[in-house]
């Protein structure tokens, strides 16, 4: 059998309340294979064992501390040595440190127990766990102090340090939909399309949707349309990128009109072209195109500025 060899792999150690959960967290959302507290006797057995998917080529962070099942420092290290030797393998630790009267506080507010003062203060157990992890920190190619870092900002960095191609990209989903049927549930940004002149009160219109060129017309023909455009395709420009940037794994932009056959189907499309345009790789779904079109759903016809429907 093949042995799994990752491109990159990490350990993630440290002090106990220095961050690593929110470390492994933000490394998962980026895509990475993430394993905790993985007893040490068997980290052999997980570099040994083949991937599910065959292109499953994911870097992998194990994450490691005092309280893993035999700790021991010196012997992670010889560990690291030889799997580098050996097989080839890419290993770095990141070591996350942080001040005692910083740990002791963060102890404190979440009234937790420090896992080596269970029945003591905990500067205590941070002392002794110090102690006990300098091997490590002394070996440990990369290293954060998350003393003045909230965990917010402790992410950030980690997602600056460790997405790489492919990885961390924000999926950006563009979704039609109609009121009629309510929400999606899954909608970050909801934009309603029902001020636009409707197409289903012209009949040879009515059984088109809005991704047919006449229907497209009618709609984008209607005066309130172009300054619309433009300001939504303003808005969302600025506002993906800060998305990306904030780490959000997901972002669904949703365009709602009455039926959602017609307006809010043409306008995700042409907004899913603009962001393409501008470097991004939304998906579109149109929720509800397949549903019967029915007058009592769309109200009245209201007559436009224009002189249209």
């Known amino acids: 059998m093949s042995k799994a060899r990752p491109k990159q792999i990490?350990?993630?150690?440290?002090?106990?309340?220095?961050?690593?959960?929110?470390v492994l967290r933000t490394l998962e959302d980026l895509g990475w294979e993430v394993v905790d507290n993985l007893p040490l006797l068997l980290l052999n057995r997980l570099l040994d064992t083949a991937p599910a998917e065959a292109d499953d080529d994911r870097p992998l962070?194990?994450?490691?501390?005092?309280?893993?099942?035999?700790?021991?420092?010196?012997?992670?290290v010889r560990r690291i040595?030889?799997?580098?030797?050996?097989?080839?393998?890419?290993?770095?630790?990141?070591?996350?440190?942080?001040?005692?009267?910083?740990?002791?506080?963060?102890?404190?507010?979440?009234?937790?127990?420090?896992?080596?003062?269970?029945d003591r203060p905990a500067w205590d157990g941070i002392a002794h766990e110090r102690e006990l992890l300098t091997p490590l920190r002394r070996w440990a190619n990369r290293l954060i102090d998350t003393t003045d870092l909230?965990?917010?900002?402790?992410?950030?960095?980690?997602?600056?340090?460790?997405?790489?191609?492919?990885?961390?990209?924000?999926?950006?989903?563009?979704?039609?939909?109609?009121f009629a049927r309510g929400l999606p549930r899954d909608a970050?940004?909801?934009?309603?399309?029902?001020?636009?002149?409707?197409?289903?009160?012209?009949?040879?219109?009515?059984?088109?949707?809005?991704?047919?060129?006449?229907?497209?017309?009618?709609?984008?023909?209607?005066?309130?349309?172009?300054?619309?455009?433009a300001q939504i395709e303003s808005l969302l420009l600025l506002l993906v990128p800060r998305y990306q940037a904030e780490g959000k794994a997901y972002v669904t932009i949703a365009f709602g009109c009455t039926g959602g056959r017609h307006r809010s189907?043409?306008?995700?499309?042409?907004?899913?072209?603009?962001?393409?345009?501008?470097?991004?790789?939304?998906?579109?779904?149109?929720?509800?195109?397949?549903?019967?079109?029915?007058?009592?759903?769309?109200?009245?016809?209201?007559?436009t500025a224009g002189g249209g429907v």
């Not at 580098?84 to 630790?93: A, L, N």
């Not at 965990?151 to 960095?157: I, K, R």
């Not at 907004?271 to 009592?296: E, Y």
């Open 265 to 303: 189907v043409h306008v995700a499309e042409r907004m899913a072209q603009r962001l393409r345009a501008a470097g991004f790789s939304p998906t579109v779904a149109h929720r509800d195109t397949k549903t019967a079109p029915q007058d009592s759903l769309e109200g009245a016809p209201v007559t």
């Open 188 to 229: 970050d940004l909801v934009f309603d399309m029902r001020f636009l002149r409707n197409p289903h009160w012209v009949a040879e219109l009515r059984p088109g949707t809005g991704r047919d060129a006449d229907v497209s017309a009618y709609i984008a023909a209607d005066p309130a349309y172009p300054a619309a455009m």
């Open 61 to 76: 962070a194990i994450g490691i501390g005092s309280t893993t099942r035999g700790f021991d420092p010196e012997s992670i």
């Open 10 to 22: 990490l350990l993630v150690t440290g002090m106990s309340g220095a961050g690593k959960s929110t």
């Open 81 to 118: 040595k030889k799997l580098r030797e050996e097989h080839g393998h890419d290993i770095g630790t990141l070591f996350l440190e942080c001040s005692g009267a910083e740990l002791e506080r963060r102890y404190s507010e979440t009234r937790r127990r420090h896992p080596l003062a269970q």
């Open 150 to 178: 909230s965990s917010n900002e402790l992410a950030q960095q980690i997602r600056a340090t460790f997405s790489g191609e492919g990885l961390g990209e924000t999926v950006i989903s563009v979704v039609s939909f109609g």
